[in-house]
Every structure is written in C-alpha cells, then in structure tokens.
T-cell receptor, first 116, second 109 residues
Framework: DTGVSQDPRHKITKRGQNVTFRCDPI?????LYWYRQTLGQGPEFLTY????????KSRLLSDRFSAERPKGSFSTLEIQRTEQGDSAMYLC??????????????FGEGSRLTVL | GNSVTQMEGPVTLSEEAFLTINCTYT??????LFWYVQYPGEGLQLLLK?????DKGSNKGFEATYRKETTSFHLEKGSVQVSDSAVYFC????????FGKGTRLHILP
C-alpha cells in the first residue's frame, strides 16, 4: 500500500499523559499536513511542512502540541499533558508541490485519540 | 486568513433528485477550490477541484464552477444515487487548505 499511513489508529490515554502519533506520507510528496477532526465538524488545520520545514502552525494550537518532520519524510505529532478536550481524530495528509495534482491532499485513515 | 461557509446538513433527497450544496468563501487573492468527500467508514478523498476563475471541476457526475464574483463554489449533481450518501466538504486554499464544517447527504432509494 503506497498511501498515507498513520499509527496508531486508536489511542486511549489518561488525562495528563503524553501521546505521539506518526504519519508516513506518500513517498514523493513534499508537503505534509496535520488536521484535527471532531464529530460533526470539518478538519481543523493544525500545521504543515514542506520537506522538513514547518511552514505554518495554527495560532489556535496550544503549546502542548508539537510536530516534527526531521528528514522530510515521516512526521510525528506529540501532545503533552493531554486534556479531555484533545479527544479527536488526528488526520495526516500529504501533497505534491508541483505537477497536475498540485494541492490535492491525500489523507490517511487517521489516529483517534480518547482522553479519559 | 481564508474562511469557508457551506450549507448545513443533513440533506435528504430521493434517488435521481437534483443536488446543490452551497459553498462560499473569503480569501485574500484567488485560492484553488476543492470539494472533498468522506464516504461512510472511509477517509477523506478529493472529489473535484478548480484552480482559477470560471474553471469547472467535475467528477462522478458532480460539478462545481469557480465563481470569483460571488466567491462561491457550489456543488451540483443532476441525478443523485444512493451511493452518493456521504459527507461533503468545501475547501479553499493553496498552501494552507481549510475545510468547511461538512454537509451530510442522505439519498433515499
């Protein structure tokens, strides 16, 4: 399977614990995005990378959230000191910077976080 | 920054009915415009897109036209099928792509 993969698919944690999600994009894609989606809402932009550079981070994003893409391939999203309000589906997407499919986001299946 | 407003759902139609889902946006400049769809139990996927004014995106019988004057990108289909039941998201953007809240569509046989 050469699509976007995310791990873990489900994570249940207690409030105050740290969690980390991993995303492996489509191999030739330069851009990688993180979104958060709650029930009945559209994906909310969190951050995106072009290669290894983090180009934008949502101003609504707490300092407890951090993302990395150290070698311009896979990315991790860490949430420190989780709160119940962090419960959501965390979506990763990747895209190409040039070519006929420029801008088209390819999404992974998501990582569902439940904070108890 | 960009923002998007789309028609609230759920929308329930009978098979073969005509569908319109409204989408308007605010943006600096002229972003690319996308419609994404999420079928039950599946991830988000691109339905169609338009990259400049007056462009028409089309796929699977769905169409949407980039209207610069009204900053709109309404989704239409002439005859819906039960298999079109899904959640549809309007999404403007080039670098940072933002999503509407989604419109859930139910098609009755």
């Amino acid at each position: 399977d050469t699509g976007v993969s995310q791990d873990p698919r489900h994570k249940i944690t207690k409030r105050g614990q740290n969690v980390t999600f991993r995303c492996d994009p489509i191999s030739e894609h330069n851009r990688l995005y993180w979104y958060r989606q709650t029930l009945g809402q559209g994906p909310e932009f969190l951050t995106y990378f072009q290669n290894e550079a983090q180009l934008e981070k949502s101003r609504l994003l707490s300092d407890r959230f951090s993302a990395e893409r150290p070698k311009g391939s896979f990315s991790t999203l860490e949430i420190q000191r989780t709160e119940q309000g962090d419960s959501a589906m965390y979506l990763c997407a990747s895209s190409l910077l040039a070519g006929p499919n420029t801008g088209e986001l390819f999404f992974g299946e998501g990582s569902r976080l439940t904070v108890l | 920054g960009n923002s998007v407003t789309q028609m609230e759902g759920p929308v329930t139609l009978s098979e073969e009915a005509f569908l319109t889902i409204n989408c308007t946006y605010t943006a600096t400049g002229y972003p690319s415009l996308f419609w994404y769809v999420q079928y039950p139990g599946e991830g988000l996927q691109l339905l169609l897109k338009a990259t400049k004014a007056d462009d028409k995106g089309s796929n699977k019988g769905f169409e949407a036209t980039y209207r610069k004057e009204t900053t709109s990108f309404h989704l239409e289909k002439g005859s819906v099928q039960v298999s079109d039941s899904a959640v549809y998201f309007c999404a403007p953007g080039d670098d940072k792509i933002i999503f509407g809240k989604g419109t859930r569509l139910h098609i009755l046989p």
